[in-house]
T-cell receptor, first 111, second 116 residues
Framework: TQLLEQSPQFLSIQEGENLTVYCNSS?????LQWYRQEPGEGPVLLVTVVTGGEVKKLKRLTFQFGDARKDSSLHITAAQPGDTGLYLCAGAETSGSRLTFGEGTQLTVNP | GAVVSQHPSWVICKSGTSVKIECRSLDFQATTMFWYRQFPKQSLMLMATSNEGSKATYEQGVEKDKFLINHASLTLSTLTVTSAHPEDSSFYIC????????????FGPGTRLTVL
């Protein structure tokens, strides 16, 4: 069974601070997705990374896929209260296979 | 776009009754749909994977006779919780993939089930 370890589980920071969320595994993934979920809603896809070493930017969010495709990170610059939510990473071992989700990181950005 | 809807968004039922939740892909055909449940402050747990026209594949520990899944068309999958009990109360979320070879899943807004 694949495992995706996500850290930290909880993060409470002040507006304007930077943060990084990590997603690690001993397994190789064909792709990895990052989602953001707000209470009472379904996860919303932020990005999909498929190439080892790939870096994608989405405004203040930077996503990186490890060279070996076993880990990924999400970096948020100058966090805002609107960034508050549950961030989930999810990996697919092979193309089209089920996703394995990390435990999630509950981010709270205080004004 | 890739919009997935769920109905109802929330439901309250009495213990022992059955509840059906619908998952629809509104603007694309979904070869594969997935059903997850999520407890408060926790991540998503995959319950089953369903492909249109075939039987669902259930994850270990998920009772197929209790959680009936039907994927009758490329745009609709249903999850029926039979003889619901309070411990079945949870947030149920479906997702859909455009093709069987795609890793990207588009999630519905979820259904909050409360069993009294």
């Amino acid at each position: 069974t694949q495992l995706l370890e996500q850290s930290p589980q909880f993060l409470s920071i002040q507006e304007g601070e930077n943060l990084t969320v990590y997603c690690n595994s001993s397994s190789v993934f064909s792709s990895l997705q990052w989602y953001r979920q707000e209470p009472g809603e379904g996860p919303v896809l932020l990005v999909t990374v498929v190439t080892g070493g790939e870096v994608k930017k989405l405004k203040r969010l930077t996503f990186q896929f490890g060279d070996a495709r076993k880990d990924s990170s999400l970096h948020i610059t100058a966090a805002q209260p609107g960034d508050t939510g549950l961030y989930l990473c999810a990996g697919a071992e092979t193309s089209g296979s089920r996703l394995t989700f990390g435990e999630g990181t509950q981010l709270t950005v205080n004004p | 776009g890739a919009v997935v809807s769920q109905h109802p968004s929330w439901v309250i039922c009495k213990s022992g009754t059955s509840v059906k939740i619908e998952c629809r892909s509104l603007d694309f055909q979904a070869t594969t749909m997935f059903w997850y449940r999520q407890f408060p402050k926790q991540s998503l747990m995959l319950m089953a994977t369903s492909n249109e026209g075939s039987k669902a594949t259930y994850e270990q520990g998920v009772e197929k006779d209790k959680f009936l899944i039907n994927h009758a068309s490329l745009t609709l999958s249903t999850l029926t919780v039979t003889s619901a009990h309070p411990e079945d109360s949870s947030f149920y979320i479906c997702s859909a993939s455009r093709t069987s070879g795609s890793d990207t899943q588009y999630f519905g807004p979820g259904t909050r089930l409360t069993v009294l």
